[in-house]
């Protein structure tokens, strides 16, 4: 723990080199333009890996960068994200080399964790007729953390946040994104387009209420 604190203090020196008031800013409020759901994995910090810094970025992390209707701390990042921060885009963010997904993608069991990792089986079960004809199991696994992405973007649309959201004049834009270990570099998949085929089932009106 003393090599935190010390390098904490590093941190501190240097940012007060740059700015004499830069903590004074900081501490005067956050007004993030993004939100970053990744994964846990140390290998991925959202800041570093987009190029942004304190204040810049609201970020919520788990195990495979999921978006589960049931995960009431994922729920209530969003709705803060979206309703109080008013962040501009949404980024769902996952890599290759992932160890949930690859878990996910096994026959063995785990523990506590099998039962977040039946979200991600789900997606196989939604792409199992591409995932089977996939030979290599490495790039069988690659392409699993690219659906897994996908659907966690399609499970972002399908919250009433986001719906509700999506009724305002500036609606947030939502994203996915695959991060590659080996390389650094982000890909953008792409994934509104791919949506819009499911609008009509989704899509909520203002003021409908349930009977």
Known sequence: MEKIFENNRKWVAAKLAEDSEYF?????GQEPRYLFIGCSDSRVPAGEITGHGPGEMF?????????????INMLSVLQYAVEVL????????????CGGV??????????????????????????QGEFKEIENEEQR????????????????AKTSIIQNAM??????????????????L??????????????????????????
């Not at 096994?106 to 979200?119: A, H, T, V």
Request: charged share 25%; net charge positive; hydrophobic share 40%.
């Open 24 to 28: 004074k800013k900081m501490a005067l």
């Open 59 to 71: 970020v919520h992390r788990n195990i495979a960068n999921m978006v589960v209707h049931s995960d």
């Open 86 to 97: 008013k962040v501009k885009d949404i980024i769902v963010c996952g890599h290759y080399g």
């Open 102 to 127: 690859a878990a996910a993608a096994s026959n063995k069991q785990f523990g506590l964790i099998d039962n977040w990792l039946r979200n991600i089986k789900d997606v196989i079960r939604l792409h």
């Open 141 to 156: 696994l690659r392409r699993l953390v690219e659906l897994n992405v996908i659907e966690q973007v399609h499970n972002l």
């Open 167 to 184: 009724l305002s004049d500036n609606p947030p834009k939502l994203h996915g994104l695959v991060y590659d270990i080996r390389e650094g």
């Open 186 to 211: 982000l890909r953008d998949l792409k994934v509104n387009e791919q949506f819009q085929q499911f609008e009509q089932i989704y899509n909520v009106t203002a003021g409908a209420t349930a009977e």
